[in-house]
């Protein structure tokens, strides 16, 4: 189905042909005067200076040529030449059961593709922090909203898992726990299975670590050696690095469970080690990459830059690989394995000049093809509120655990205020189950809602309210919807055979014209990777839905047919908050 706007711009092109003007001319937008009209054209201010015509006397024509259009109940030429619409109740209606009656509400599927979502990109032995938040559930969503457009798409998580924070860790253990076998090179047996260490460990271990490299340089040389070592292939080493890798995803996978977020693919920067040296060779043997200061890059500058464009580094001067030779690594992998004709990259938009060179070199070097086509989503910093990046009392970087709880509890004293309020008595564990879900939806919508390069402020008490433009509100309108459906069920309407009818008040014509934008916004959801707008969408469908709420008695309204049609409505409503709620990564409670 085309879009609400596309469908009556079609009418007003027509008659703007008829009138014997252009017909480019008829695109019809959203009013911007609401108080006047609910939609609008200007195409006669813009065809006046073509037709050496006063700009209301073709808006005239053009309305003359209206007169009658089922769509409008009311077209207008007014000074100094729009054309000021109307769309009529059985036209509203008419699209709105159409949409109903189509499996996707009204949005066209393109040709199914194969896609692959590069998020996450947690890196092993360091605990998650806030950094990860919007990577997981940004890169969740989009995943979702690609494959709701029928395509095939695998979530690839791109752990870090190869680099000098493995060697610190490796080193590290072998000063406080010389004993272990991985350290015996002597040693020929079975390592042992279980880790001799817990996650705790490695939190504590890796800063640890961490901060004494930057202090020694001896200490630092020792973990590079460990890395290198690793990376060749010392035996207790691998099996030690197996054992972190286990700890680690275990502790990952606890996370992201509870963020709703999963990845089909739990690749990392070590998968595709062993596809580098060939990767390299054909690179020189291209004539790609040569010799700078004894390292070895790609010139990925283009003429028409304007701004610096450093050539792509492959292989450090010590002969290390980096971490954009890993990406590229990757790509050529993803391209052997999946075929795909898009990949689209989550990070911090601090690493879009990266991805830049990256991307270019990729294509440069023919490891990928113009079939695919790259893309990197680049976002903005979780801020507190006093506008900086956020951090703990003591000034740390918070451990996204300790996010998701501080919402969780934030949460469940608003739940248990809500349900004490409605006199409603409920146990410890349901009310911690509502928290658990709402909170998700609170966290992932106050993120979603923003555009993704721009920076937010994480703030608990505006995510974890019931009003305004936050998740719990959306879920508020979803469980109130789904709850006055029980109802009548309840009370033997037969939802199923309920019509959509032309609406009979303001309210309710509002509400079908909310509806009615799904198509076009999933599709700029879908084309812009932009879960904002679902969010935007469902706000303004939940504002809609309420006031409808607010205005009319939909369980007591006394003539049948109408109050079928309002529970049809309000089912379509509900389905439609479903799709897009699933789409943004929340679940809908059945009570809060
Ligand atoms: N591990 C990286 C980091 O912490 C993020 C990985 C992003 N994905 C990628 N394909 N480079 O910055």
Not at 61 to 85: I, M, Q, T, W, Y
Not at 107 to 129: R, S, W
Not at 345 to 363: G, M, N, P, S
Not at 522 to 537: D, V
């Amino acid at each position: 189905m085309k879009n609400l706007l596309e469908e009556i711009s079609q009418y007003v092109r027509k008659a703007f042909e008829e009138a014997g003007y252009d017909a480019s001319l008829g695109k019809v937008g959203v009013s911007n005067r609401p108080d006047l009209c609910e939609f609008q054209c200007n195409g006669a201010m813009a065809g006046a200076k073509q037709y050496h015509k006063a700009p209301l006397m073709i808006a005239q024509d053009v309305a003359a040529k209206l007169e009658g259009a089922s769509c409008f109940s009311r077209v207008e030429a007014v000074a100094p030449g729009f054309l000021n619409l109307d769309i009529s109740n059985d036209f509203i209606c008419d699209y709105v059961v159409r949409m109903s009656e189509d499996e996707h509400f009204g949005v066209e599927m393109p040709k199914p593709a194969t896609m692959i979502v590069d998020y996450g990109g947690p890196n092993v032995a360091k605990p998650l922090h806030v950094g990860h938040l919007r990577s997981a559930v940004i890169g969740e969503s989009i995943k979702r909203i690609l494959r709701y457009m029928g395509n095939t798409v695998y979530g690839d998580i791109h752990m870090g898992d190869w680099g000098l924070q493995m060697g610190l860790v490796i080193y590290e253990m072998s000063l406080r726990m010389p004993e272990l076998p991985y350290f015996d090179d002597s040693f020929t047996g079975e390592y042992p299975a279980e880790a001799a260490f817990t996650v705790t460990d490695l939190e504590e271990i890796y800063p640890a670590a961490s901060a004494k490299s930057k202090e020694d340089p001896d200490y630092k040389a020792h973990a590079m050696e460990a890395t290198l070592k690793l990376q060749e292939g010392h035996r207790g080493y691998r099996a030690l690095w197996k054992c972190i890798m286990d700890v680690s995803i275990a502790d990952m996978k606890r996370n992201y469970d509870r963020l709703d977020v999963d990845f089909d693919l739990w690749n990392g920067e070590s998968t595709v080690q062993d596809l580098i040296p060939g990767m390299v060779k054909d690179m020189k043997d291209g004539g790609y990459a040569y010799e700078s200061d004894g390292a070895l890059v790609v010139d990925v500058k283009e003429e028409t830059d304007t701004k610096e464009m450093p050539p792509c580094i492959i292989i450090k001067s010590d002969g290390a690989s980096l971490y954009n030779t890993t990406d590229l690594a990757t790509i050529k992998d993803r391209v052997a394995k999946y075929s795909p004709t898009k990949m689209v990259y989550l990070t911090d938009k601090r690493q879009d000049l990266y991805f830049e060179q990256v991307f270019r070199c990729a294509r440069k070097t023919d490891l990928i093809g113009d079939e695919c086509e790259l893309i990197h989503v680049g976002f903005g910093t979780v801020n507190g509120k006093d506008g900086s990046p956020y951090k703990t009392r003591s000034g740390g970087v918070p451990k996204l655990s300790d996010l998701i709880d501080e919402i969780e509890d934030g949460m469940l004293v608003k739940i248990k205020e809500n349900t004490k309020a409605k006199g409603e008595d409920i146990s410890d564990d349901e009310a911690y189950d509502r928290a658990r879900k709402v909170g998700l939806a609170a966290i992932k919508y106050g993120d979603l809602s923003n555009q993704a390069t721009k920076d937010y402020i994480f703030d608990v008490d505006r995510f974890t309210s019931f009003e305004g433009d936050t998740g719990p509100y959306i879920l508020y309108t979803c469980v109130r919807i789904n709850s006055i459906l029980r109802k009548a069920a309840a009370e033997g309407v037969d939802l199923g055979a309920c019509r959509i009818q032309a609406p009979v008040n303001e309210s309710h014509k509002a509400l079908m014209k909310a509806i009615s934008g799904f198509n076009a916004e999933i599709m700029s959801a879908y084309n812009e990777y932009a879960p904002h707008r679902i969010c935007g969408y469902i706000y303004s469908l939940s504002n809609a839905f309420n006031s409808f709420y607010h205005e009319n008695h939909i369980l007591t309204e006394e003539d049948a047919q109408t109050r079928e049609s309002f529970l049809a409505l309000l089912a379509l409503t509900g389905k439609i908050l479903k799709v897009c709620t699933d789409l943004l990564g929340f679940e809908i409670p059945e009570r809060m």
